[in-house]
């Protein structure tokens, strides 16, 4: 059923001409995930909420790390201690962006509420850090 109605959504999507007749498939890979119903298994409901919210903290605080460690992030930060950097909102955006896609594709199996919410936090923390 689930896949069923995905595919009346791909199918009702406006799409270049190139694309008209390209399958979901090309574009997504769809996996249906089920978490345990909280009526009838309470506790493996909260254990894997609780999971997902260690695991999506790790992601994000792994990504802070790896974005103040960044390579080019460094040489954007001492070129601005020098004088005005050509381009830096564009270079600045570009790491930033690459960073959130990396959290987006490590925590696109958690749950969607929690995964949502730690993407949220890692934004702010990204947005504070190179002030």
């Not at 020098?82 to 790491?95: C, E, H, T």
Request: hydrophobic share 40%; aromatic share 10%.
């Amino acid at each position: 059923m689930l896949r069923g109605d995905i595919q009346k959504i791909w199918d009702s999507v406006q799409k270049s001409l190139e694309h008209i007749n390209t399958p979901l498939s090309e574009f997504f890979n769809v996996e249906v995930v089920a978490l345990s119903s909280f009526e009838e298994k309470e506790e493996q409901f909260k254990e894997q909420v609780m999971i997902a919210i260690v695991r999506c903290e790790e992601i994000a605080n792994a990504k802070i790390d790896s974005f103040l460690n960044n390579e080019e992030w460094c040489h954007l930060e001492e070129a601005v201690q020098n004088g005005i950097v050509p381009d830096f909102a564009k270079k600045l955006s570009s790491i930033l962006e690459n960073c959130l896609i990396g959290y987006d594709k490590e925590a696109l199996y958690f749950d969607d509420s929690v995964r949502t919410l730690k993407r949220q936090q890692l934004e702010s923390k990204l947005f504070q850090e190179p002030h």
